[in-house]
């Protein structure tokens, strides 16, 4: 118990060091995740574009093609001459122009001649409206061939153009096929929990790891189990509470949206998987760092490093195969494996409650697997 | 009934590979004693007390502390023993107050006993003006205070003092060394490791000369002096000597050497009576103007020196200190 008092002694001592990652870290997955939300996708609108006719025909049918473009794009009547035009263009204030040859009609919509465009080599909107006006040409020679006058056809395509299918995003997420906003959170929280458990851990146990301070416990008449069982306890509730507050900030900043997430146990889950791995990497290397002025640096490779290379600060889909390939032997890994199928699916098929099962199964034996270094580190040092 | 032999160490044997660090080394400490263990750097003092408090092992030999075996288990004997460590053991993390209480609370858990045995070691090593300080901000000599309250807060039966005054400025000396015969005062033995002879000759009871891991003598510092056959040193302030006649005092009964340096005349004498009387008969008769005299009994330094042939400290460290 007096060693736990001392652990816990020692950690309230960081406090500061704790209150200020956790307020880097909101502060940076807040900006980022409304940054996000700005440029939401959860609606559908048709492209429209500067589009430029120049009508040398005037008649119904080439009123009609101007109508049907019109309904789409930004629609203005062109007179001027190549030069302008090129200009226009390359200043992308039209992207495409259209020229209705005199007897439009007859020439084009009987298959006689092409229609004449101008457009911006290789781009989508080319290809874009292309496809627009080829359709309206399809459509109205069948109206034509079926007998329909130029005025009736005309009014037919445009009708059949407005009464186009709604285009209703898929929403798997249940957010608007957008991640949960408290994805982003959760997804920056290994740097912040690593971080506070890394620092914390190293600077309680060199105090208390430094040689004359651990020969003086050793005289003590507090027995060296009862001292480790101190140490570990102090782990556990530093661990606690980083879980809490893990657990307390997407409460507190998404309140209802999280609390009603179908996915609230798993993320609970994956949280404790990760707190239970951060414990054990803390634990490794509070064993292997001595002295205070290296914890900075040995602290920053191993959260940064681990971030980064794990998906933390860069989204794993734009990784390199290979730097994917090598992040799966790192735990984190793992969390962000399964911390991403929960941000995207509101509800988990049973293949992916399995890779989410799977997910953490692999985080804990991680957390087993390096937990056992660290004794092994532990034991090497004390007969050292 | 109460023991009376609080440490009883037979034989103890104690190597690091090829080197004997403590050579059947004999202890007996009595209940009441100031115990000083005299001797050089790495004469096995701290070898010693490390196998006492069985932070380390031994090769052969026994140690009894309060008439049980000392074993790394032994709880019980622990909980009566207070360490301060040769080197500094404190939280830097926590302040002078809390690092007090943290050490006493090791040994007692009653809180408002163990406030008042915090305020006693506060007032006993006078760190009242820097409770608030952490450790790195206190001097070489608070320091030392501090690790002293840290070890004798929880008022042990027996203290073990490992070299506490090493680097401590003399102020901070005279206070520790004055707190420690009160210590002995309220009731607790104490053992205490030193090179610096003159604070064990102060404050010891009794003594033993260490060297290369054997105990060379025992006793008081009376009794270790009359163990050799060096007496006292006298000095006497002369206008000045020619080598003749510094000669002639050489040659004087009871006298061992002889020496006039910038009128300064060293005679060391053997035990016994009558050598400052015979030593300015003669320099009267040989018309020898002379000043102040004053004679030096012998130190343990001159114990230290006769029994082992050569000095306690080496030349460096005795001016440093």
Same mark, same amino acid.
């Given at each position: 118990?007096?060693?736990?008092?001392?652990?816990?002694?020692?950690?309230?001592?960081?406090?500061?060091?704790?209150?200020?990652?956790?307020?880097?870290?909101?502060?940076?997955?807040?900006?980022?995740?409304?940054?996000?939300?700005?440029?939401?996708?959860?609606?559908?609108?048709?492209?429209?574009?500067?589009?430029?006719?120049?009508?040398?025909?005037?008649?119904?049918?080439?009123?009609?093609?101007?109508?049907?473009?019109?309904?789409?794009?930004?629609?203005?009547?062109?007179?001027?001459?190549?030069?302008?035009?090129?200009?226009?263009?390359?200043?992308?204030?039209?992207?495409?122009?259209?020229?209705?040859?005199?007897?439009?009609?007859?020439?084009?919509?009987?298959?006689?001649?092409?229609?004449?465009?101008?457009?911006?080599?290789?781009?989508?909107?080319?290809?874009?409206?292309?496809?627009?006006?080829?359709?309206?040409?399809?459509?109205?020679?069948?109206?034509?061939?079926?007998?329909?006058?130029?005025?009736?056809?005309?009014?037919?395509?445009?009708?059949?153009?407005?009464?186009?299918?709604?285009?209703?995003?898929?929403?798997?997420?249940?957010?608007?096929?957008?991640?949960?906003?408290?994805?982003?959170?959760?997804?920056?929280?290994?740097?912040?929990?690593?971080?506070?458990?890394?620092?914390?851990?190293?600077?309680?146990?060199?105090?208390?790891?430094?040689?004359?301070?651990?020969?003086?416990?050793?005289?003590?008449?507090?027995?060296?189990?009862?001292?480790?069982?101190?140490?570990?306890?102090?782990?556990?509730?530093?661990?606690?509470?980083?879980?809490?507050?893990?657990?307390?900030?997407?409460?507190?900043?998404?309140?209802?949206?999280?609390?009603?997430?179908?996915?609230?146990?798993?993320?609970?889950?994956?949280?404790?998987?990760?707190?239970?791995?951060?414990?054990?990497?803390?634990?490794?290397?509070?064993?292997?760092?001595?002295?205070?002025?290296?914890?900075?640096?040995?602290?920053?490779?191993?959260?940064?490093?681990?971030?980064?290379?794990?998906?933390?600060?860069?989204?794993?889909?734009?990784?390199?195969?290979?730097?994917?390939?090598?992040?799966?032997?790192?735990?984190?890994?793992?969390?962000?494996?399964?911390?991403?199928?929960?941000?995207?699916?509101?509800?988990?098929?049973?293949?992916?409650?399995?890779?989410?099962?799977?997910?953490?199964?692999?985080?804990?034996?991680?957390?087993?697997?390096?937990?056992?270094?660290?004794?092994?580190?532990?034991?090497?040092?004390?007969?050292? | 009934?109460?023991?009376?032999?609080?440490?009883?160490?037979?034989?103890?044997?104690?190597?690091?590979?090829?080197?004997?660090?403590?050579?059947?080394?004999?202890?007996?400490?009595?209940?009441?004693?100031?115990?000083?263990?005299?001797?050089?750097?790495?004469?096995?003092?701290?070898?010693?007390?490390?196998?006492?408090?069985?932070?380390?092992?031994?090769?052969?030999?026994?140690?009894?502390?309060?008439?049980?075996?000392?074993?790394?288990?032994?709880?019980?004997?622990?909980?009566?023993?207070?360490?301060?460590?040769?080197?500094?053991?404190?939280?830097?993390?926590?302040?002078?107050?809390?690092?007090?209480?943290?050490?006493?609370?090791?040994?007692?858990?009653?809180?408002?006993?163990?406030?008042?045995?915090?305020?006693?070691?506060?007032?006993?090593?006078?760190?009242?003006?820097?409770?608030?300080?952490?450790?790195?901000?206190?001097?070489? $000599?608070? !320091?030392?205070? @501090?690790?002293?309250?840290?070890?004798? =807060?929880?008022? *042990?039966?027996?203290?073990?003092?490992?070299? #506490?005054?090493?680097?401590?400025?003399?102020?901070?000396?005279?206070?520790?060394?004055?707190?420690?015969?009160?210590?002995?005062?309220?009731?607790?033995?104490?053992?205490?490791?030193?090179?610096?002879?003159?604070?064990?000759?102060?404050?010891?009871?009794?003594?033993?000369?260490?060297?290369?891991?054997?105990?060379?003598?025992?006793?008081?510092?009376?009794?270790?002096?009359?163990?050799?056959?060096?007496?006292?040193?006298?000095?006497?302030?002369?206008?000045?000597?020619?080598?003749?006649?510094?000669?002639?005092?050489?040659?004087?009964?009871?006298?061992?050497?002889?020496?006039?340096?910038?009128?300064?005349?060293?005679?060391?004498?053997?035990?016994?009576? $009558?050598? !400052?009387?015979? @030593?300015?008969?003669?320099?009267?008769? =040989?018309?020898? *103007?002379?000043?102040?005299?004053?004679?030096? #009994?012998?130190?343990?330094?001159?114990?230290?020196?006769?029994?082992?042939?050569?000095?306690?400290?080496?030349?460096?460290?005795?001016?440093?200190?």
């Amino acid at each position: 118990m007096t060693v736990f008092r001392g652990f816990i002694k020692l950690a309230l001592r960081q406090l500061h060091m704790l209150l200020l990652y956790v307020a880097v870290f909101v502060t940076i997955a807040v900006i980022v995740q409304l940054s996000l939300r700005e440029e939401g996708t959860d609606t559908f609108e048709m492209t429209s574009l500067p589009v430029a006719v120049e009508d040398r025909d005037g008649g119904a049918a080439a009123e009609g093609l101007k109508e049907y473009l019109g309904q789409i794009h930004r629609v203005t009547e062109w007179e001027g001459d190549l030069t302008g035009l090129q200009e226009k263009m390359f200043y992308r204030d039209i992207y495409y122009l259209v020229r209705i040859p005199e007897n439009f009609e007859a020439a084009c919509l009987a298959g006689q001649e092409k229609l004449e465009v101008t457009k911006i080599p290789g781009t989508t909107s080319a290809y874009y409206v292309d496809s627009q006006i080829s359709a309206w040409l399809r459509e109205m020679k069948a109206m034509l061939a079926a007998g329909y006058g130029t005025q009736e056809a005309c009014a037919l395509v445009l009708q059949a153009q407005s009464g186009a299918g709604s285009v209703r995003m898929l929403d798997e997420s249940g957010y608007g096929g957008e991640p949960a906003p408290h994805a982003f959170l959760f997804q920056y929280l290994p740097y912040m929990v690593l971080s506070i458990l890394c620092y914390g851990a190293a600077f309680i146990m060199i105090a208390f790891r430094r040689e004359e301070v651990r020969r003086r416990l050793l005289v003590s008449p507090v027995p060296r189990l009862r001292q480790n069982l101190g140490l570990m306890a102090g782990y556990l509730v530093l661990g606690a509470v980083v879980w809490v507050i893990s657990l307390i900030l997407p409460v507190t900043l998404y309140r209802g949206d999280f609390l009603s997430d179908g996915n609230l146990p798993y993320y609970m889950a994956n949280v404790t998987a990760l707190v239970l791995v951060s414990l054990s990497i803390a634990y490794v290397v509070s064993m292997c760092v001595k002295r205070a002025e290296t914890v900075n640096g040995v602290v920053n490779v191993v959260t940064l490093g681990m971030c980064f290379l794990c998906g933390v600060f860069v989204s794993m889909d734009v990784m390199a195969a290979g730097v994917k390939r090598a992040a799966a032997f790192l735990p984190v890994y793992w969390y962000e494996a399964v911390n991403g199928i929960l941000s995207e699916q509101a509800s988990l098929t049973a293949s992916q409650r399995t890779e989410v099962l799977q997910g953490l199964g692999l985080q804990l034996l991680f957390a087993a697997a390096i937990f056992g270094v660290g004794m092994a580190v532990s034991r090497y040092r004390e007969t050292d | 009934m109460e023991e009376k032999t609080i440490v009883s160490i037979h034989n103890l044997v104690k190597r690091y590979g090829d080197v004997l660090a403590l050579d059947h080394l004999d202890l007996e400490i009595k209940r009441g004693e100031i115990y000083g263990l005299l001797g050089p750097n790495g004469s096995g003092k701290t070898t010693a007390i490390n196998c006492l408090l069985a932070l380390l092992g031994y090769d052969k030999g026994s140690i009894r502390v309060f008439g049980e075996n000392m074993e790394p288990d032994s709880y019980e004997s622990k909980r009566r023993i207070g360490v301060v460590m040769q080197n500094v053991a404190v939280f830097e993390e926590l302040t002078v107050r809390e690092n007090i209480d943290y050490f006493c609370s090791l040994y007692v858990k009653d809180k408002k006993r163990r406030r008042q045995l915090v305020e006693e070691a506060v007032r006993f090593t006078g760190l009242e003006d820097h409770l608030k300080k952490y450790p790195k901000k206190l001097s070489g $000599g608070l !320091l030392r205070r @501090l690790n002293i309250a840290c070890g004798i =807060a929880h008022r *042990p039966e027996l203290i073990l003092m490992d070299e #506490p005054t090493v680097a401590v400025d003399p102020q901070s000396r005279n206070h520790i060394l004055e707190g420690i015969k009160k210590l002995n005062e309220q009731g607790s033995t104490i053992i205490y490791t030193s090179h610096y002879m003159e604070e064990v000759e102060k404050i010891c009871t009794r003594i033993s000369i260490m060297d290369r891991g054997r105990i060379l003598a025992t006793g008081t510092k009376e009794e270790l002096k009359a163990m050799i056959g060096t007496g006292e040193t006298i000095t006497v302030e002369t206008g000045g000597m020619t080598g003749e006649q510094v000669e002639e005092v050489r040659l004087l009964p009871g006298v061992v050497s002889a020496d006039c340096q910038e009128g300064v005349l060293r005679v060391q004498c053997t035990q016994g009576a $009558g050598n !400052l009387t015979g @030593l300015l008969h003669r320099l009267e008769e =040989a018309d020898i *103007p002379f000043g102040r005299v004053w004679s030096q #009994p012998p130190t343990l330094n001159d114990v230290f020196l006769e029994i082992t042939g050569k000095r306690l400290r080496d030349r460096k460290e005795e001016e440093e200190g």
